[in-house]
């Protein structure tokens, strides 16, 4: 069996994704992946076309780690964002192919279920804490036992999270047109606020509902050592992404100061990133995206790392990767020991007209099919009626007109 062809799909259903088509000379065995990177879809697009397919052609698409070696170690400019996406689109469209030429869903190729299904967690925003209140009952109600919140804080300007679950899943922020949505931010009021929050949640919902905050990378070593102290009397199941990345040995300072549990990783593109997080043990939950660390290949070694040191996984799951990456996130949890947690989004209708076959959620779980694969296909006719749209993340400014981070 060899590889005979690379088709790569610039679609926007209700936002952009990139998908890839890997074809075979058997006849209809072919494997869908996704490389979407959200506000720099063209980049790994044109790496994928001009650079990444043309190398693939001709090769036995079985051998799944040979590949990812080759295109990972032989670009010798390795790594980041934008390589790693490309490798993750082809990596989960081989895993796709192996799947399907199996007759198996991928999650027995990966060792078989450890679990039913992927307990999964909803996205809870509001304006105001009542609001915030309201909308975490409202997500019980549908069965949601894990729910992260934000809250609107106040003066500052297009606070993170606010939009809750509709926000995840969302096209764009701001009109996608000719420059992104400059959002103000301030440090001191934040952390005066989520404290308070959450106090006010615990106190009107009880013990009983997970909680979670994502402070989404904006703070500093000792701010985020402080906010991970003071809301350590609420039992978050964990806080999420208290500092950037680049700044791993300051864990060591949140560690030191509180027992709140920290997830960390979804700006994280290998598991060379997120070793001495894992081994130091200075975090619980390793939640890595899929679709920006080589694919499947790479989060099973990393979900391996991580069991011996008792860290579990949260992978990413947002709207802005496919449908795909979160069926591979699935098929993953399930098969692991290790899982923690799993992020997810509704997909709108005109997202699931192109690609079909996601994972479904029922009574706080996500659940794949037991379809050979990934259990995922893409309609390119539909593909075609939604063409690219420019689109930008937000940046972030502090009161001052500095740059900061979003």
Same mark, same amino acid.
């Not at 506000?39 to 790496?47: I, K, M, N, Q, T």
């Not at 060792?111 to 804490?129: I, N, P, S, V, W």
């Given at each position: ?212 905050? @994502? ?25 999420? @992404? ?52 080589? #694919? ?104 001052? #007109? ?5």
């Amino acid at each position: 069996m060899q590889i005979t062809n690379v088709k790569i799909i610039v679609t926007s259903p209700g936002r952009n994704y990139v998908l890839v088509k890997i074809e075979t000379d058997e006849p209809d065995l072919y494997g869908w992946g996704d490389a979407t990177l959200n506000g720099r879809e063209l980049a790994v697009a044109s790496a994928l076309e001009k650079h990444i397919g043309p190398l693939l052609i001709g090769r036995d698409p079985d051998r799944i780690e040979d590949i990812w070696q080759y295109l990972f170690r032989g670009t010798y400019w390795r790594g980041g964002p934008v390589l790693m996406t490309a490798l993750a689109g082809v990596d989960l469209a081989l895993w796709d192919i192996k799947g399907k030429r199996a007759g198996l869903p991928l999650y027995s190729l990966l060792g078989g279920k450890t679990r039913e299904g992927a307990l999964a967690y909803t996205h809870c925003g509001g304006q105001d804490f009542q609001e915030v209140e309201e909308h975490v009952r409202a997500a019980q109600e549908k069965g949601f036992k894990v729910i992260r919140v934000q809250v609107a804080i106040p003066g500052n300007v297009g606070t993170y999270g606010v939009g809750g679950a509709q926000e995840a899943a969302a096209a764009t922020w701001g009109e996608g047109g000719a420059l992104p949505q400059v959002e103000r931010w301030e440090p001191g009021a934040y952390l005066r606020t989520v404290p308070r929050l959450l106090e006010h949640l615990r106190s009107r919902l009880g013990e009983e509902i997970e909680l979670l905050h @994502d402070v989404h990378e904006r703070l500093n070593p000792i701010q985020a050592a402080r906010l991970a102290r003071e809301v350590e009397p609420f039992h978050l199941f964990f806080l999420e @992404d208290p500092l950037r990345p680049e700044h791993k040995e300051s864990f060591r300072l949140i560690r030191q100061h509180t027992t709140t549990p920290i997830a960390m990783g979804e700006l994280f593109h290998s598991r060379w990133e997120a070793l001495p997080l894992i081994t130091e043990q200075l975090i619980d939950f390793i939640r890595c995206d899929l679709g920006h660390i080589g #694919g499947l290949t790479e989060a099973r070694k990393i979900a391996a790392i991580a069991e011996s040191y008792q860290v579990q996984t949260a992978w990413h799951g947002p709207g802005d990767i496919a449908p795909i990456t979160h069926a591979a996130n699935v098929h993953l949890d399930t098969s692991i020991t290790n899982f923690g947690v799993q992020e997810m989004v509704f997909f709108p209708e005109i997202t699931q007209e192109v690609i079909t076959g996601g994972p479904v959620f029922k009574d706080g779980y996500l659940w794949v099919t037991d379809k050979p694969g990934l259990g995922t296909d893409v309609d390119e006719v539909a593909a075609a009626r939604y063409p690219y749209q420019r689109a930008y993340l937000p940046t972030v400014r502090r009161a001052d #007109g500095s740059v900061h981070d979003w």
